[in-house]
T-cell receptor, first 113, second 112 residues
Framework: DAGVIQSPRHEVTEMGQEVTLRCKPISGHDYLFWYRQTMMRGLELLIYFNNNVPIDDSGMPEDRFSAKMPNASFSTLKIQPSEPRDSAVYFC???????????FGSGTRLTVV | EDKVVQSPLSLVVHEGDTVTLNCSYEVTNFRSLLWYKQEKKAPTFLFMLTSSGIEKKSGRLSSILDKKELFSILNITATQTGDSAVYLCAVGEGGTASKLTFGTGTRLQVTL
């Protein structure tokens, strides 16, 4: 089992550019979560999917953020246009059902300059 | 608003010491409490607790939940330098939701 796979590992971009983060969940997991981690706010849930359907996107900061899950093995988180305050580590996690702990990917460290 | 508070924020101990990390919570519809260990990269799952008073144990780590007082503790005995990490507490809501609300973590440093 390869675990949850995220790409890229690091991303440095200029303010105003579009950024796309990618995630491949563990095969068979039916929940997928996008979290953002900063020193000030810790881990914050942005959005989560169940069976590829977005269930709760109340954590998405603003319209600049969007997420998709076109199939059970792939999800993207897009920021357009990016701003310096978006700099953070973005984690994707997946789980099987609601009664098990998440498995996190290694994260994407995003720096917007 | 759901809230998960961890204490202390950080802790430095000597190898061999025993430490207790605390997590208190306020959530609308509690289902479970989870502990994670985060070293340099992704958080890794330690325990899930759903029932009061039942200790979960894994090696030198143990955890217990008190649903009446709304808190959990994570104990680490005979600490080792490899225990140095941020320990995260998270609470899962009930119903069909699966999202976790995380605390900001306790940073533990174990020195020789």
């Amino acid at each position: 089992d390869a675990g949850v796979i995220q790409s890229p590992r690091h991303e440095v971009t200029e303010m105003g550019q579009e950024v796309t983060l990618r995630c491949k969940p563990i095969s068979g997991h039916d929940y997928l979560f996008w979290y953002r981690q900063t020193m000030m706010r810790g881990l914050e849930l942005l959005i989560y999917f169940n069976n590829n359907v977005p269930i709760d996107d109340s954590g998405m900061p603003e319209d600049r953020f969007s997420a998709k899950m076109p199939n059970a093995s792939f999800s993207t988180l897009k920021i357009q246009p990016s701003e310096p305050r978006d700099s953070a580590v973005y984690f994707c996690a997946s789980s099987f059902g609601v009664n098990y702990g998440y498995t996190f990917g290694s994260g994407t460290r995003l720096t917007v300059v | 608003e759901d809230k998960v508070v961890q204490s202390p924020l950080s802790l430095v101990v000597h190898e061999g010491d025993t430490v207790t990390l605390n997590c208190s919570y306020e959530v609308t519809n509690f289902r479970s409490l989870l502990w994670y260990k985060q070293e340099k990269k992704a958080p890794t799952f330690l325990f899930m607790l759903t029932s009061s008073g039942i200790e979960k144990k894994s090696g030198r780590l143990s955890s217990i939940l008190d649903k009446k007082e709304l808190f959990s503790i994570l104990n680490i005995t005979a600490t080792q330098t490899g225990d140095s990490a941020v320990y995260l507490c998270a609470v899962g809501e009930g119903g069909t939701a699966s999202k976790l609300t995380f605390g900001t973590g306790t940073r533990l440093q174990v020195t020789l």
